[in-house]
């Protein structure tokens, strides 16, 4: 069964800086599609940035220049830079992977997974 976990979250300073890490455990075939959500407490889950299946990045404008997403080659761990880091980001971060990977009837089927979730605050 394939999963993701999550780890890095904590708080933070106003200004300081965090690196959320995603790692896909279990039988994978490929991954197609990375993302990075975030929920803040009384709001709706909202896109911090993504990697499409043909390689585009988008981050959302308020995360422009401060945040990068990242997957090394050959890892099924992809990776959330944060710096200088404001109090409206804090919220809890979600990854999610599109992966294909096999299924209880050994076909081969695509899959949306979401990461447990990790809280970031930032706060003095």
């Known amino acids: 069964q394939v999963q993701l976990v999550e780890s890095g979250g904590g708080l933070v300073q106003p200004g300081g800086s965090l690196r959320l890490s995603c790692a896909a455990s279990?039988?994978?075939?490929?991954?197609?599609?990375l993302g990075w959500y975030r929920q803040a407490s009384g709001k709706e889950r909202e896109l911090v940035t993504g990697?499409?299946?043909?390689?585009?990045?988008d981050y959302a404008d308020s995360v422009k220049g401060r945040f990068t997403i990242s997957r090394p080659i050959g890892e099924n761990t992809m990776y959330l830079q944060m710096n200088d880091l404001k109090p409206e980001d804090t919220a809890v971060y979600y990854c999610?992977?599109?992966?294909?990977?096999?299924?209880?009837?050994?076909?081969?089927?695509?899959?949306?997974?979401w990461g447990q979730g990790t809280l970031v605050t930032v706060s003095s």
């Open positions: 990697i499409t299946s043909a390689g585009k990045i």
């Open positions: 999610k992977m599109g992966v294909v990977a096999p299924a209880r009837d050994r076909s081969y089927k695509y899959f949306d997974l």
């Open positions: 279990g039988s994978i075939f490929s991954i197609n599609t």
